[in-house]
């Protein structure tokens, strides 16, 4: 009895280690996620001391990782955080959940929420275009309108790695050049992507051992998207039947391309101090059209590879 008694004790402590260990592995995890974020944010200098922080937040996974993780940052980093939700008014109560969730959770990390309420479907027929093209200048709107009417300085968006592999496949397969493969940029302007370095499983991964639950969005399992069409079959093919580290090559794709524009870029400015000069046809003449003049033999000797960069400047 003595004997059954002692294993039966030193299983349960060994369960019970186990299960601290499990525990302190899943702290770690969500550390090193938490770290990956932030470091992508130092990198890109997404976010300044005094920034007020414009997050969209659907309520699916990966916006309320965004929100949770700029809350987590913003006494570090000195910032306010907003939230934006668009209810595309496309799924009825579903869509309406997505809203309560969204403000119920603001509520409760005390940020301030504003909803937009678009009839997506309408607006589509409107302007002509299919409800996903719609539904995409929707957001880019009410995130700017936001920003003008509450401040915010900067627009955050949930995209991550594998958005951005989906992202360069397409552009890939509509046909595009050096720019298209650097799919979704990190920071363009005012907006920025802290999730970029993040996969979706480790998105859901930090939120599972958090004991969050958020919102899903049932037509992201559809296939009437382009989109989903390529995240649902395209990639899963080339994961499992050619290479598991595709989404991984992907992004590392994007961002080589990313700074060869840069470089590029840099060269057409160089080059377009050098050879072009912009005047008035007729001196004389006030009111004179301009024109550029560019010096022939400097522009096709001086920087071999950005001519066709740089006569794209020219004519924007």
Not at 164 to 183: D, P
Not at 211 to 239: C, F, M, Q, S
Not at 256 to 284: F, G, H, M, N, P
């Amino acid at each position: 009895m003595r004997i059954v008694k002692s294993c039966v004790l030193r299983g349960a402590s060994y369960i019970k280690t186990r299960i601290w260990y499990s525990i302190l592995m899943m702290e770690k995890a969500g550390r090193e996620t938490e770290k990956l974020i932030e470091e992508l944010i130092v990198q890109f200098h997404m976010i300044e001391h005094g920034d007020v922080v414009i997050a969209g937040v659907s309520g699916g996974a990966d916006s309320v990782c965004l929100l949770l993780t700029l809350c987590s940052l913003r006494e570090k980093f000195g910032f306010e955080v907003k939230v934006c939700h668009v209810n595309h008014c496309l799924r009825g109560a579903a869509a309406d959940a997505d809203e309560e969730y969204v403000k119920k959770l603001c509520g409760e990390l005390g940020v301030e929420c504003r909803v937009f309420r678009k009839e997506v479907e309408l607006i589509a027929e409107k302007r002509k275009q299919s409800c996903e093209e719609a539904g995409r200048e929707v957001r880019r709107e009410a995130f700017e309108q936001m920003c003008a009417e509450n401040g915010g300085t900067k627009i955050a968006t949930a995209h991550h790695r594998d958005d951005q592999a989906e992202t360069v496949l397409l552009n890939i397969a509509r046909g595009t050049g050096i720019r298209g493969l650097c799919g979704i940029v990190p920071v363009r302007d005012n907006r920025i992507r802290p999730l970029l370095s993040l996969t979706r499983d480790r998105i859901e991964s930090y939120l599972r051992e958090r004991g969050i639950v958020w919102r899903v969005d049932a037509t992201n399992e559809e296939d009437d998207y382009t989109r989903n069409r390529i995240r649902h079959k395209v990639l899963p093919v080339l994961e499992n039947e050619v290479n598991d580290q595709t989404v991984k090559h992907l992004e590392s794709l994007s961002r080589q391309a990313e700074e060869i524009c840069e470089y590029l870029d840099y060269s057409v400015r160089q080059l377009w101090k050098t050879c072009v000069s912009v005047r008035k046809k007729d001196q004389e003449q006030k009111e004179s059209p301009i024109e550029l003049v560019i010096e022939k033999e400097s522009f096709f000797s001086k920087f071999s590879g950005s001519e066709k960069t740089a006569s794209a400047k020219m004519y924007r």
